[in-house]
């Protein structure tokens, strides 16, 4: 019996935690009912993870090969190529880089290493550009090259070449003739790059196969100049080298081998490979 005192009234005895509380909170802890413990085998199973893009690929289609589209309405506009013979085909913007250096397709197509994600930025933004001066400039080049009809976004494709791709612009000129037409977000030089000008040689012949219609140049317009771009001739001779340069491309894949690396080694600098290329 505690000093002065009565007989202590029966109490709830409290955790420890609660022993210094006020009156009223153990009250209120004492009518609460202890919560029961919740059982992991009553909780909803977890989701399960997501899985990488690769693992959803379809089987036998490699990233970045060339998927199967639906056809455009217009009767000239082809269709990529199936799935089945990805193996043996090739995308126009290879030639493109086997020209600006060799050991681009090697990179790519051997050990399926992909660029860095600036490229794609750079696409991108030249497509923004692209609109707007569309809209503020619009009518120019139909005025100056006499084109009759303009088609954005053309799929080609050519089974002679086996060659793939898709062209800015494909243009029906006053003269019975067509020619591809590329934008480019890059400075204008004072005349075109070798590797822009076996790009648009490639585009032609593509074209050419595709409608059914003679090409005799082929346009890169430049977007950061105002009205700046090339008019690229398809000689016989450049035709010639083009598809030189493209089965040099195929025997770079099928042999697996490293090629030399380009002559050029100011290009190096701006290479999306530069980290892993012995040079």
Known sequence: MPP????PSAEVRLPRRHRANSPRRARVAARTPARPRQRLDLLPPLLPPRLPVLARTRPGLRPGAPRRRREAAHPVTAALPETSDEQTWLPVTRVLEHAFCPRYTYYEEVLRIP?????RYKVLEGRKVHARRERTNRGYKRKRLGVIEKLEDVALSSET???YGRIDEALRLADGTAAPLDYKFSPMPDKPRDYVVHQATAYALL???T?????????VYYLREPRGHHRIETTPRRRASTRKLIRAMRSVRE????PEPTRHRSRCRDC????????
């Open 207 to 209: 074209l050419e196969e």
């Open 115 to 119: 660029q860095r994600q600036e490229i």
């Open 255 to 258: 042999q697996a081998c490293l």
């Open 211 to 219: 409608w059914g219609l003679p090409v005799r140049a082929a346009y």
């Open 4 to 7: 002065g005192g009565s007989e």
């Open 272 to 279: 999306s490979f530069r980290t892993i290329c012995p040079q």
């Open 161 to 163: 070449l086996r060659l």
